[in-house]
C-alpha cells in the first residue's frame, strides 16, 4: 500500500508542472510559436520574446531596405512582428482567480488586468482522439462572442490552456474557433518543469500602458495604423507603387461578457 502511495505521488508529480509548446495561427493566417509554462496554481503563456526589433515579412520573407520594391512587387500583403524583452505574455493566476495580459504593440505594449478569471461553460462531448501520445476528450463552449472546440487531456490534470480558454479538467492540446480564424495547435511538452522554466511562473510585466479590458481592441487599432503612417513614410516605402490600406484587426474577443 505505502508502494502505490509513493508511485502515485510520484506520478503526479510527473504531471502537474510542465511546459507545452503550441503553435498559434490568427486571423490573417500568421503562424506564432508560444511557451505555456505550466503548474497546479499558475500557467503562463509567452510568445515574441527577444530583443526588441520590428520584422515586416511578406510570408517568410523579411523585408529590408534594399528588397523591399522586389518583394512588394508580386505581393502586397505586408505582416508585422514586434518583440521585445519581455514579449507578449498572459499569465493566468487561478490560486488568486486573476488573469493578467501584456502585449507588444508597435513597441508601445499594454497591460490588461482582468479582475477575476473568466468564466467559460464548456459542454464535454463523447468524441475522443490522440493528440501525440496523449488521449485527449472535445469539449465546446462560447466564449466572448465566438465559438471554441477544444480537445483536452485528462492524462494532464492541470486547468491550464492556451490564450484565456481554461476551465477543463485536463490541459488543453489544441483549440480552435468554429470558424477556424483563430486556431492552437500542440507541438510538444516537458515535464516536469526544469527549475530555471519554473522562474517563468514568478513573472509580472514590467513595460506597459496600462488600459481597460473594454478599451483593448480600440486601442490596437489605433496602434496598427499609427505603425503603417510612420511605415508609409519610409523611404523604401516612398519608392515603390505599393498603397498602403492597414486592415482593422478582427478581434478575437467580440465582446467582453463572460
Not at 178 to 201: C, G, H, R, S
Amino acid at each position: 500500500m505505502a508502494a502505490f502511495c509513493l508511485f502515485h505521488l510520484l506520478s503526479f508529480a510527473q504531471t502537474n508542472s510542465g511546459v507545452a509548446t503550441y503553435q498559434y495561427v490568427d486571423a490573417f493566417g500568421q503562424p506564432t510559436v508560444f511557451k505555456l509554462y505550466f503548474n497546479q496554481e499558475k500557467s503562463i503563456y509567452i510568445a515574441n520574446r527577444g530583443k526588441k526589433n520590428t520584422l515586416n515579412k511578406v510570408g517568410e520573407v523579411v523585408l529590408t531596405q534594399s528588397n523591399f520594391s522586389e518583394v512588394t512587387s508580386v505581393n502586397k500583403t505586408i505582416f508585422d512582428y514586434f518583440i521585445d524583452e519581455e514579449g507578449d505574455v498572459i499569465v493566468q493566476d487561478r490560486k488568486n482567480n486573476k488573469l493578467t495580459i501584456r502585449e507588444v504593440q508597435s513597441h508601445y505594449p499594454l497591460i490588461v488586468r482582468e479582475p477575476t478569471l473568466p468564466k467559460i461553460n464548456w459542454q464535454l462531448t463523447e468524441q475522443h482522439k490522440k493528440i501525440g501520445k496523449f488521449n485527449c476528450q472535445k469539449a465546446t463552449a462560447t466564449f466572448r462572442g465566438r465559438n471554441y472546440e477544444a480537445w483536452f487531456t485528462p492524462e494532464i490534470p492541470i486547468p491550464a490552456d492556451p490564450w484565456k480558454l481554461h476551465g477543463l479538467p485536463g490541459l488543453i492540446l489544441e483549440a480552435q474557433d468554429t470558424e477556424k480564424k483563430y486556431t492552437y495547435t500542440f507541438v510538444d511538452i516537458t515535464m516536469p518543469l526544469a527549475q530555471n522554466a519554473a522562474d517563468e511562473l514568478n513573472y509580472t510585466p514590467k513595460t506597459g500602458d496600462e488600459i481597460k479590458l473594454t478599451d483593448y481592441n480600440k486601442e490596437v487599432n489605433n496602434r496598427i495604423k499609427e505603425h503603417w503612417r510612420a511605415l508609409i513614410s519610409k523611404p523604401a516605402a516612398r519608392g515603390s507603387n505599393l498603397t498602403f490600406t492597414p486592415s482593422d484587426i478582427d478581434p478575437q474577443e467580440l465582446n467582453f461578457e463572460q
